[in-house]
């Protein structure tokens, strides 16, 4: 059973619009990392947090931001939605090393 | 620039039959190789993972194959089961400092059939 819960499960939004997904690690877990997978490809890596510090970005646009929060909770925020923004959005956490677990994801479809 | 190349893109294999999925890097400073089991609707799950200090990991069913020269690495279901069907998808990072970016391959999906 993961230990890493994100919500909600199912989100469509407008083209143009502004979205917050979010994600609750595992407690002791300092590191949260996010990641976009879209249909039938690998996950991509689009930023990590921490110690609610960004410390690592792919190569995804300013208006894809994030936090991360002391009680091991963070957010990713979408803003200008495009259609290509539609995807399975991933969020892993770890405390160190190569452990990572992720959630099951926030799907998000864009029309 | 796609850093860590999957192949094949799907396969089909027998109930006991051996299923072999393959990845090529690029980056020679990528030094963590995991490999990740996905179901429909789950996040990607960690299966098992080397380093490049050994040629060789076993876990169980699972066998890592890893060749630093070639820079390549391999996965090897043993005795596939029907419960294996699903995406396994290979990936890369550098360890050091903090940042534990996962480099991913386009991923494999694998049906067992009984």
């Known amino acids: 059973e993961t230990g890493v819960t994100q919500s909600p499960t199912h989100l469509i939004k407008t083209r143009g619009q502004q979205v917050t997904l979010r994600c609750s690690s595992q407690s002791g877990h300092n590191t949260v990392s996010w990641y976009q997978q879209a249909l039938g490809q690998g996950p991509q890596f689009i930023f990590q947090?921490?110690?609610?510090?960004?410390?690592g970005r792919g190569n995804f646009p300013p208006r894809f931001s994030g936090l991360q929060f002391p009680n091991y909770s963070s957010e990713l925020n979408v803003n200008a939605l495009e259609l290509d923004d539609s995807a399975l959005y991933l969020c892993?956490?770890?405390?160190?090393?190569?452990?990572?677990?992720f959630g099951s994801g926030t799907r998000l479809t864009v029309v | 620039q796609q850093q860590v190349k999957q192949s094949p893109q799907s396969l089909i294999v027998q109930k006991g039959g051996i299923s072999i999925i393959n990845c090529a890097y690029e980056?020679?400073?990528?030094?963590?190789f995991p490999w990740y089991q996905q179901f429909p609707g789950k996040g990607p799950a960690l299966l098992i993972a080397i380093r490049p200090d050994v040629s060789e990991k076993k876990e169980g069913r699972f066998t890592i194959s890893f060749n630093k020269s070639a820079k390549q690495f391999s996965l090897h279901i043993m005795d596939s089961q029907p419960g294996d069907s699903a995406t396994y998808f290979c990936a890369a990072s550098i360890s050091g400092g903090s940042n534990y970016k996962l480099t991913f391959g386009k991923g494999t999906l694998l049906t067992v059939n009984p």
């Open positions: 947090y921490y110690r609610e510090e960004e410390n």
């Open positions: 892993a956490s770890g405390s160190g090393g190569y452990g990572y677990t």
């Open positions: 980056n020679t400073a990528f030094d963590y």
